[in-house]
């Protein structure tokens, strides 16, 4: 029997990607497309269209890897094209949201800190891919994350400029030092080794599946009467849960090594 050619078995392989490979993909470039139109409408000063986009961004990129898991169809192409979107989505496009927004008129130093938080965002990521490859962390690890995500660490730049769309009366959060701190602070949660809690493992009880069916709609109601103030509250609430989570984990971790 004539044996096919190496480099025509590869063709082969290449003009049959089975659509299960391809459909992750689709979403994770949605959500990279989204990030681009971000910043489109953060130039143009459409600040609420600026602010969506990076949340349905963030919508597809929370799809992305469930579709990936359902199909099995998860790839090293993939992940490194869903790393190069959460990079442009969250870490340039809520960075150029914040300088159009507020720190534009900053004399030399807006910039720095909108470069302090795209670095930070390219960190972390690098940092999460290289410890895909490392050894399996402790138990107690599993409910939480390393540092802040890309998607909350969007969420808190974009806080000041929700709020302010719900609360125009409070000046303060568009002023310089107010914007250039939260930056800041992101940056560093994003960079930092703090531990953020993880919903991927999180079980949830069966007596309390009716109370959180019941809290999802109140929760569909309230995006839709009051868009901003619920995603503000979210994200404050969030922002308080980063210290709650340390203690969490710091719990885990002694009961851990005591047993």
């Avoid at 800190?113 to 599993?142: D, H, K, V």
Wanted: hydrophobic letters at 55%; charged letters at 15%.
């Amino acid at each position: 029997m004539e044996k096919m050619h190496p480099v025509l078995m590869t063709k082969r392989k290449l003009t049959a990607l089975p659509f299960r490979k391809i459909a992750p993909n689709i979403v994770t470039m949605l959500a990279l497309c989204a990030g681009v139109t971000s910043i489109r409408y953060s130039i143009q000063e459409d600040w609420v269209k600026a602010v969506l986009c990076i949340f349905v961004a963030a919508f597809f990129d929370g799809l992305d890897g469930r579709v990936a898991r359902m199909l099995k169809g998860s790839t090293k192409f993939g992940a490194e094209l869903d790393s190069l979107s959460d990079f442009v989505s969250f870490g340039v496009a809520p960075a150029i949201l914040l300088y159009q927004w507020s720190l534009f008129d900053l004399p030399k130093f807006g910039w720095f800190f909108c470069l302090l938080m795209s670095i930070g965002m390219a960190m972390r990521l690098a940092r999460f891919n290289t410890m895909l490859e490392e050894e399996p962390q402790p138990e107690y690890w599993s409910h939480f994350f390393v540092g802040v995500p890309a998607p909350a660490a969007a969420a808190l730049v974009m806080m000041p400029v929700m709020i302010s769309f719900e609360m125009p009366e409070l000046a303060y959060v568009r002023s310089h030092a107010f914007c250039a701190s939260v930056l800041c602070v992101v940056a560093f949660l994003m960079v930092s080794r703090i531990p953020t809690f993880s919903t991927k493992k999180l079980k949830v009880p069966t007596y309390l599946f009716i109370p959180m069916m019941l809290i999802v709609a109140l929760f569909a109601s309230f995006i839709i009467t009051q868009p901003w103030l619920t995603l503000g509250i979210m994200t404050v609430l969030y922002a308080l849960s980063i210290p709650v989570g340390i203690i969490v984990f710091l719990k885990e971790k002694h009961d851990y090594e005591k047993n």
